[in-house]
């Protein structure tokens, strides 16, 4: 069995709750794409933790933890993430966590020139993470990157890094005029940071097939959601990576295999962390009355997310991307505020009504197009049945099943593991 849990909006929809609960079924967890420029944060009975690199399986005993090829690891964050986790009693050894030797790592001149450029752009920012995440992905296309696997020849790195650090330094020192970076620093980071991974590092492609041949259930966790994919997503307001479902198997080493599920989670209103067209968006006292009440600042940076209603051409599109055959509707109990839900049925395009989601362009003339429907303003984050919802949450939940065209399996109605309903 192989299943993808993907995002179907902007990102942070929670998947790696759903993640965390849902591994319970299988045995390995794979990140497939992206790098340390989001955050899943998943609470149980062992307290709250905060994921940027390492799939939310990490925290069953009993699970494979794969980083794929297709990400992008900044290993001194993942070092820094491992020994947190280690102090709040996460075991992580070579045997529940597993490193591809293809994946690309994030160098601290990646996250420099993030920043540089940022700044740059001035009003003009995409937004960034500055994480370093388009430039290492830059790199990885021009074939001018290291991957893990090179750090079991030093002697290849170290020379490679010279000349890679000569071609930086033309754009670092004689395009943003910065202070030029040295090989000795390149050098030293593989070596504090690299060395003490190299135990986790492996064939993931060579693994992950064996483990499908034993009939092994298998995970794909993604990273942001079907709108900030590179290719489907609001570009170039996007992620640099491939987050939709299909490419799960190929950015996790196994592009032989084929999924078996995909599910798809989103929240029960709409959130977007960064710049970029979000037609729903509210504003002023609106805007942080939802923002208080679902906490909504990201994970990874701590900014606050921009929120509205649910929006049903945004997730129509984003379920269609993702191949969902079923969706985890999450955040549900954060509407229990209204007495009235708004949702985003429709945009307005130049006076003409559209239902389908345009090309990314035109989204900065689409004007929202609202229905109301009945809340049911009570407490139900106490709720673990469906028979113990109010019928107007109920309703909400058919009313978004039929709006999308897809079946809702599950609903979470507060962020503890066991907050979920299985409708």
Known sequence: ????????????????KMVDLLSEDYDIVCRYQGGNNAGHTVINERGKFVLNLLPSGILRENVVNVLGMGMVIDIRHLAEEMARLREKGVKISPANLK???????????HVLLDCLEEERLKDK?????????????ADRFMKKGFRM????????????AKEIVEWKNLTIEGGYHHAPITAEEIVEYFKTYGEPLKEYITD????????AKAGKKIMFEAQLGALRDVDYGIWPYTSSSLTIAAYAPIGAGVPNLKLDRSIGIMKAYSTCVGEGPFTAEYFGEEAEKLRAAGGEYGAATGRPRRVGPFDVVASSYGIRCQGADEVVLTKLDILSIYEEIEVCVAYELDGKRITDFPYPALLDRCKPVYEKVKGWHTDISKCRKKEELPKEALDYIAYLERACSCKITYVAVGPERDAVIKL
């Not at 069995?1 to 790696?16: A, F, P, Q």
């Not at 993931?204 to 483990?211: F, Q, R, T």
């Open 1 to 16: 069995m192989l299943t993808s849990v993907c995002g179907i909006n902007w990102g942070d929809e929670g998947k790696g």
């Open 99 to 109: 490193i591809s030797d293809r994946a690309e790592i994030t160098m601290p001149y």
């Open 125 to 137: 920012k995409f937004g960034s993470t500055r994480r370093g995440i388009a430039p290492v992905y």
């Open 149 to 160: 696997g090179e750090l079991f020849e030093p002697d290849r790195l170290y020379s490679r």
């Open 204 to 211: 993931v492609g060579l693994y992950l097939n064996e483990a």
